[in-house]
């Protein structure tokens, strides 16, 4: 299948994030102030969205809840946070969380639990504490919080942010709602403790508790939690990085944390007019140096650390030793720019397979919104070699089109990637070093959990459509959603907020697979407490599982698919991460 080069550096939400996130405020703004602003969000969900009623009960449904909205703002007025948490409601109602209110009630106050939670099995476990007569509670299940049961819990929080999956509800409670003082309110207004709140635990031995918890201004200095039997590589100077997990290195571990600090992402995004490209360049490069950046752009983006580097410098090491297997970690991983996917694959598989790389397709609405976000495009060059141009508000179908034109197509026209716009990345490609495979390894494992996000997620479905098992726990992200955030700011309060522009089909015939990707090798409950409640009990699945298909005692079976067909053109077996195949070193 055709790559879609063009949609390679695509900005994704950072679910979980909260550096967008304003001051509390105690200033009251005037009905009339909050009225147009409600009306600004109304009016840019609906000119942006693909589909902003197809979740939330239709057109009708969703102008009631609007109406609803306005009807709620009191004569008086209301204080942003007062306000944030009335918008809230609305727009999860849209059904889509690549559509929200950014901004988090309450962002000065925070509190933190001082217990830490591991989501396994659509179930809060305990993995961390943050003092030492705490320990005894890891591997407790969460049960209740001041009384509201789990279940009861996970319901209010899909009324207060869109989320797609029950995974995705789980942890937005855990890492954003449950951490301010308004937040933890407006999910459980039983909670009346101020300093301290009551949650129900079953713990390991079968038996039942009720904790009170003294919660916390900020987090511990550092986190209790068992020991782990992993050696993970250190990630404090790049997000990306690798070790090997044995002497004779049979076993690569490549651990990619975060998709918005690194040097490819930020050149595409300056390359695509990106009107964030600056500050999001910037926040990287003082992430990692902690000093300010400096004013040069050249500078600036050099003191990024570069994916490509990183990552073909372990391909020649893996290559060097004859290393077997490689795991590729992505938890945590919550997004960025998706470019990672195909200089991920370029070096493991080479040029052909990123280019035949098989992405489904995206619908794209076409909005102001759009066209003002990303300066290097306009009307003018989405219409180029149209016979019937687009106009704002249309829909681009060229993508769906292409697809299925193109379904069963031997031939694959060449393009330059767009990736050609990232210095860091072509001057490695034309070297072309890395066109063939120059070291693919018989056996890969891609590892997830909840907060395996959008762009995360996107390299973690490549990794899938390649025979990479799957390992870990499902994340939040559909693979058939909508997504792309377009970022705003509200006129008179300032709050920001995002909405979706393109709707995403990852996986066009398999359904079942596009509400929800779970891992072949799902991490249970009494695997993580036979590890010991390891922090990296994923990995040592992985690990487990690359052994067992190495005796040959595979996975399940995979579904033949027409993936599999495209994936046996690209690398020659339906399933290279499982079934052996050769890892003999190419002549230089």
């Not at 840019?44 to 703002?73: C, M, Q, S, V, W």
């Not at 595409?268 to 490069?285: K, L």
């Not at 694959?345 to 076409?366: E, W």
Request: hydrophobic share 35%; glycine share 6%; with cysteine.
């Amino acid at each position: 299948m055709k790559r879609r080069f063009q949609r390679s550096a695509c900005l994704c939400l950072l679910l979980f994030a909260t550096s967008l996130s304003l001051p509390a405020s105690d200033d009251r703004y005037t009905r009339d102030a909050l009225i147009e602003d409600a009306y600004q969000l109304r009016d840019t969900i609906e000119e942006a969205h693909p589909d902003p009623y197809l979740n939330g009960g239709g057109k009708i449904a969703f102008h009631r809840r609007f109406r609803d909205l306005l009807e709620r703002i009191p004569a008086e007025g209301m204080t942003r946070d007062g306000f944030l948490n009335l918008l809230g409601p609305f727009v999860a109602a849209v059904g889509d969380s690549h559509t929200a209110v950014i901004n988090a009630a309450g962002q000065s106050t925070p509190v933190t639990l001082p217990l830490q939670f591991k989501i396994v099995e659509e179930q809060l476990v305990v993995d961390r504490v943050a003092l030492e007569e705490q320990r005894p509670l890891i591997g407790s299940l969460l049960t209740a919080v001041e009384d509201v049961p789990l279940a009861e819990l996970i319901e209010r929080q899909g009324r207060l942010r869109g989320l797609e999956n029950r995974y995705g509800k789980l942890a937005f409670m855990i890492f954003r709602t449950l951490k301010t003082r308004q937040n933890l309110g407006q999910l459980i207004p039983e909670w009346t403790k101020g300093g301290k709140i009551e949650v129900h635990l079953l713990q390991p031995d079968g038996s039942t508790a009720s904790v009170e918890l003294e919660l916390l201004g900020e987090p511990p200095d550092q986190w209790i939690s068992p020991p782990s039997a992993v050696s993970m590589p250190d990630t404090t100077s790049s997000d990306v990085a690798y070790t090997f997990l044995d002497s004779d290195r049979t076993t690569a571990l490549l651990v990619i944390r975060d998709l918005m600090r690194y040097r490819e992402a930020c050149e595409m995004w300056f390359a695509d007019g990106f009107d964030q490209a600056e500050a999001m360049t910037r926040a990287a490069y003082e992430h990692f140096h902690q000093t300010p950046a400096p004013e040069n752009r050249e500078d600036l983006l050099t003191g990024v650390p570069s994916a490509t580097s990183t990552i073909a410098e372990m391909v020649d090491e893996m290559r060097a030793f004859g290393t077997k297997n490689l795991i590729v970690d992505l938890r945590g991983n919550t997004g960025g720019s998706s470019v990672m996917r195909e200089i991920l694959v370029y070096l493991l598989f080479g040029d052909r397979a990123m280019r035949d790389l098989d992405d489904g397709y995206q619908i794209t609405k076409i909005s102001a919104h759009l066209l003002e976000q990303y300066a290097a495009s306009s009307l003018a060059d989405i219409n180029a070699g149209r016979t019937i141009p687009l106009r704002i508000n249309d829909y681009d179908f060229k993508e769906e089109q292409t697809y299925h034109a193109e379904r069963g197509s031997q031939t694959t026209p060449e393009e330059e990637p767009s990736l050609a716009r990232s210095p860091s990345f072509w001057e490695t490609y034309r070297t072309g070093k890395f066109h063939s495979p120059r070291w693919s390894p018989a056996r890969i494992a891609a590892i997830s959990d909840p907060l395996t996000f959008s762009s995360g997620f996107n390299v973690l479905s490549g990794l899938y459509s390649l025979g990479a098992v799957t390992v870990g726990t499902p994340s939040a992200q559909p693979p058939n959603n909508f997504g792309d955030m377009l970022l705003f700011e509200l006129q008179h309060t300032g709050i920001q907020a995002g909405v979706s522009h393109k709707q995403i089909v990852a996986f066009p015939d398999e359904p079942e697979i596009g509400r929800c990707l779970r891992p072949e090798i799902p991490l249970t409950f009494e695997q993580l407490a036979a590890s010991g409640f390891d922090p990296n009990a994923e990995v040592l699945l992985a690990l487990d599982v690359l052994q067992r298909s190495r005796d040959g005692r595979t996975r399940p079976d995979r579904p033949a698919t027409r993936r599999s067909d495209r994936i046996e053109k690209q690398v020659g077996s339906p399933h290279p991460s499982i079934g052996e195949r050769s890892t003999s070193p190419p002549s230089p």
